[in-house]
């Protein structure tokens, strides 16, 4: 039996070719053939990359400014600067993060990197949303009793099942009111059937497949959450402001915050 830290180089991994689509280091050649691939077919991939990464910090800053100071961010990738909790301290010193992937490179790279005090990067799935919310280091470190950020960017997409609605339920019920949840999600209703089934065919051959699905569907993973504005929309048209990193223009993506409602 495989080692749950064990990295499989033999197939491309989503974390690692968006790592290449940022500009880091921390892939092998078997994602950068798959990231090239991937930009013939969509040749926007990359600034939709760069476009998810800009959501994630404005997204978190927006958050922040709403005066919470706990985050957790599932599906959190690979370290590069500047991470969320470097955009949330920005506004509140005192916040504290939560990181939470499932890929052995980032687990690796994030304790290497990331953690300090206040900030710790654990092991879990957002397809076992409970797992993440009784794991000690969260507990240890959140208050799940005080509004929480969760970010979950680009990462509903690589859970192919219908199930979704259930995990999203989970970690609606785990947080108090006044907690934020933050989505970014592939949406077929900006591209072409010809960009979807090539997003659908490459990752079906990565470690994470994908599922590319309808702005109704999308908007369904904010039931009991109020959108904030400007609502669900394009990843560069969420609150952009002049001089923030990662401006580029991508449509493929649908984003949207939403405040969860009191009980």
Known sequence: MSSPLEVDASKPSSARIYDYFLGGCDHYAVDREAAKTFLLAVPNARNAARATRGFVLRSTRAIAEMGIRQFIDIGCG???YPNVHDIARKVNPDARVVYVDNDPIVLAKGRALRDEPGVVTVEGDLR?????????????????????????????????EDEIYDYQ???????????CLA??????????????ASAHA?????????RVRTREEIARLFEGFELIE????????????????YPEKSTELI?????????
């Not at 989505?183 to 979807?196: F, I, P, Q, S």
């Not at 490459?202 to 994908?210: A, G, K, R, V």
């Not at 984003?255 to 009980?263: D, E, N, Q, T």
């Open 230 to 245: 400007p609502g669900l929309v394009p990843l560069n048209d969420w609150r952009p402001r002049k001089d923030d990193p």
């Open 202 to 210: 490459l990752y079906q051959h990565t470690t994470n497949p994908m």
């Open 128 to 160: 076992k949303p409970a797992e993440i919310f009784a794991n000690p280091e969260v507990t240890g470190l959140l208050d799940l009793n005080r509004p929480i950020g969760v970010l979950t960017i680009a990462v509903w997409h690589f859970l192919p």
């Open 78 to 80: 690979i370290p590069i």
């Open 255 to 263: 984003a949207g915050v939403g405040v969860l409602r009191a009980r």
């Open 169 to 179: 339920a989970q970690i609606r019920q785990a947080l108090a009111p006044g907690s």
């Open 183 to 196: 989505l970014a999600h592939g949406c077929m209703d900006y591209a072409t059937k010809e960009e979807v």
